[in-house]
């Protein structure tokens, strides 16, 4: 039963234009939001995140958006760069949670 | 500096074997976990630590057994391989709750 869902397998987006991942969770106990980026035979490093007390948070080009009454978060990067294409990963967790629930990535490709 | 190391990176093995892998941080963070990746590419949680004890153990078959020597370590021994096992399993730290994760480069485990 996937709690955390990315619906979209796979973006292709030209260098320098907006690059924008969605995800869905279905959990009502969720209140923190993570996004992952992961190279191939490489471990996920930390992206991004946001608490369910936000609805947007913005780190470089890189910026959040948390939308609790849909149970839905992007991931907005501008502009798309060479090096962003990699697999992103959603993840959420709830408070008293010792654990993330991921989910199935969304692999990003940037066209020259 | 590797902040998350395991070891090793690939694994081949035969069904019915018995095989550990190693996990160490250096992060001084006080919580572990292993994680599944299947070949649907999902990230599942197995196991969480905190401080040396179990608190998580997400219906893992008990041929799976964690062992967590001191903080800085979470090994994973597996009996009896079977082929359903082949997948990559990462290892990550944390401190102060499950949200910033930092993750291993990850063990592809093939069972032939």
């Known amino acids: ?112 | 500096d590797t902040a998350v190391s395991q070891t090793p990176k690939y694994l081949v093995t035969q069904m019915g074997n018995d095989k550990s892998i190693k996990c160490e941080q250096n992060l001084g963070h006080d919580t572990m976990y292993w994680y599944k990746q299947d070949s649907k590419k999902f990230l599942k949680i197995m196991f969480s630590y905190n401080n040396k004890e179990l608190i998580i153990n997400e219906t893992v078959p008990n041929r799976f057994s964690p062992k967590s020597p001191d903080k800085a370590h979470l090994n994973l021994h597996i009996n009896s391989l079977e082929l359903g096992d082949s997948a990559v399993y990462f290892c990550a730290s944390s401190q102060d709750g499950p949200y910033e994760q930092y993750f291993g480069p990850g063990t592809r485990l093939t069972v032939t």
């Open chain 1, 1 to 112: 039963d996937q709690q955390v869902k990315q619906n979209s397998p796979s973006l292709s987006v030209q260098e320098g234009r907006i690059s924008i991942l969605n995800c869905d969770y279905t959990n009502s106990m969720f209140d923190y939001f993570l996004w992952y980026k992961k190279y191939p035979a490489e471990g996920p490093t930390f992206l991004i995140s946001i608490s369910s007390i936000k609805d947007k948070n913005e780190d470089g080009r890189f910026t959040v958006f948390l939308n609790k009454s849909a149970k839905h978060l992007s991931l907005h990067i501008v502009p798309s760069q060479p090096g962003d294409s990699a697999v992103y990963f959603c993840a959420a967790s709830g408070t008293y949670d010792y654990k993330l629930s991921f989910g199935a990535g969304t692999t990003v490709t940037v066209r020259a």
